[in-house]
């Protein structure tokens, strides 16, 4: 989760405007840019090697190396296809909707009533505990990616805005 995502604007808001959102991405730890300087760097230290082979003799290394490149390229390249998912869960004052974008660019939208919501981080022995949102007997699954403190994260910062939605602090000087 983006460490700017999550926002609490104020309650006052209009129906349509988030109360609450976080954005979900895959974690990576090379920008595009890096996974072009590092394939650039195995690209010339394989040419490198490759050809010292191939000036001693030992020809048939190229074929090896070449087929060594050609699988850390394809490999590179489906981590960076993987980066494009995205996963963004927004609360708005009339429901609690979840976007999910796959790598194929595809978009599933899901959306539940927050009042009926309850946010369950089911604990596993093991694993990365697995973070359900369930209403009236429905269940989703929420944040895969995430790792055990960003998962944890999410649902304290989803929890708390939650009780912000049900327990509205209204501004009345009447009542002051």
Not at 93 to 107: C, M, Q, T
Not at 108 to 121: F, G, K, R, T
Request: charge should be positive; hydrophobic fraction near 50%.
């Amino acid at each position: 989760m983006d460490a700017n995502a999550a926002s609490f604007p104020d309650f006052e808001s209009d129906f349509g405007t988030p109360i609450f959102q976080a954005t979900v991405r895959p974690h990576r730890s090379l920008s595009r840019k890096g996974v072009f300087i590092v394939i650039g760097c195995m690209l010339l230290a394989s040419l490198t090697v490759t050809s010292m082979m191939a000036l001693l003799g030992a020809w048939p290394v190229v074929g090896f190396n070449g087929a060594d490149i050609a699988l850390a390229f394809f490999l590179f390249w489906l981590n960076i296809r993987a980066a494009r998912a995205v996963e963004i869960i927004s609360l708005t004052a009339s429901r609690l909707s979840i976007s999910r974008i796959d790598i194929h660019g595809r978009r599933e939208n899901l959306s539940l009533a927050p009042y009926w919501l309850n946010i369950v981080l089911e604990e596993r022995t093991g694993t990365v505990p697995k973070l359900l949102l369930a209403s009236r007997g429905m269940q989703t699954e929420i944040a895969r990616q995430l790792g055990d403190a960003e998962k944890r994260d999410l649902a304290a910062s989803l929890t708390r805005a939650l009780n912000k939605w049900r327990n509205p602090r209204f501004n009345n000087p009447q009542l002051d």
